[in-house]
């Protein structure tokens, strides 16, 4: 469903005109650029059916535009008001990360980040995805909570991390988890959501479970070989890489975290 109100503010047409958002933003083609990309690479967009389980792929190929994945989700005034402000700050933050070059993040920027892959999780729950009808895992106050306080909600939990890829400079996966299972019509509280994103280097994730399926948040320490936690922020400055980068093989399972 493409929504007529804006997810954020919640106002309407005609108070408001709504706006195509880029999940994938559009400094990425800026970041990565076809000369940095070389021929024969392709991005890639993964969704997991919260209905029947099933998986479907969307490849397109690059060096062509890797921002293609659009949604009607927002208005105008969220999208080049605050959005685009918090946009340009991930931007400054991960920039050298994308090309692989290592960054310190102190914990107000884990904030921005984790808000940041948040709010590009919400807009992409809010969208059509290959004619399944949206059901958001995030509640309309925790849409309001993130953009009046650019602060994840508090069930939130994101990760940072650095792949070594050998063929897709941008993949999106969207993965829901279902309590108890596929079923044809679940409703919001019985949902979970993990979106991953990857660009060049750059690895970054976002895990919310408003009802604890499965027992609650991502289990597993702060900080591990292969990923770094940044929300809840960790208090101090992290530095990027992690010990461990992930391959073509080993991002499946880390965009899988509940392993079902
Ligand atoms: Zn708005």
């Not at 969307?58 to 994945?69: A, G, N, T, Y």
């Not at 609650?216 to 990923?227: H, Q, S, T």
Request: glycine residues 6%; positive net charge; charged residues 20%.
């Amino acid at each position: 469903m493409t929504s007529s109100r804006c997810v954020f503010c919640q106002r309407s047409e005609p108070e408001v005109q709504m706006t195509d958002e880029d999940v994938i933003s559009k400094w990425f083609d800026k970041a990565l650029t076809p000369e940095i990309l070389g021929p024969g690479r392709s991005a890639k967009r993964t969704y997991i059916n919260k209905f029947d389980g099933s998986t479907r792929n969307k490849r397109w190929p690059s060096p062509q535009k890797l921002s293609v994945v659009k949604i009607k989700a927002v208005c105008q005034a969220c999208n080049n008001g605050w959005m685009s402000r918090l946009d340009a700050r991930a931007k400054s933050i991960l920039s050298p990360a994308i090309s692989g070059r290592g960054i310190t993040i102190d914990p107000e920027q884990q904030i921005a980040l984790a808000t940041w892959i948040t709010m590009k999780s919400m807009v992409l729950e809010s969208g059509p995805a290959w004619g399944v009808e949206a059901v958001p895992s995030f509640s309309i106050v925790d849409r309001e909570v993130l953009m009046s306080q650019l602060a994840p909600p508090a069930r939130t939990q994101a990760r940072i991390a650095a792949i070594q890829t050998e063929g897709y400079p941008v993949r999106l996966y969207h993965r829901t988890y279902v309590r108890g299972g596929p079923k044809s019509a679940p409703q919001s509280d019985e949902l979970a959501i993990c979106v991953t994103m990857t660009v060049g280097c750059l690895v970054v994730q976002t895990f919310v479970d408003p009802q604890e399926i499965n027992g609650g948040l991502l289990r597993g320490p702060v900080a591990a070989r292969n990923y770094i936690q940044i929300f809840p922020p960790v208090r101090e400055s992290i530095s990027w890489p992690p010990a461990v980068a992930l391959t073509d093989e080993s991002i499946e399972e880390f965009a899988n975290p509940l392993g079902v």
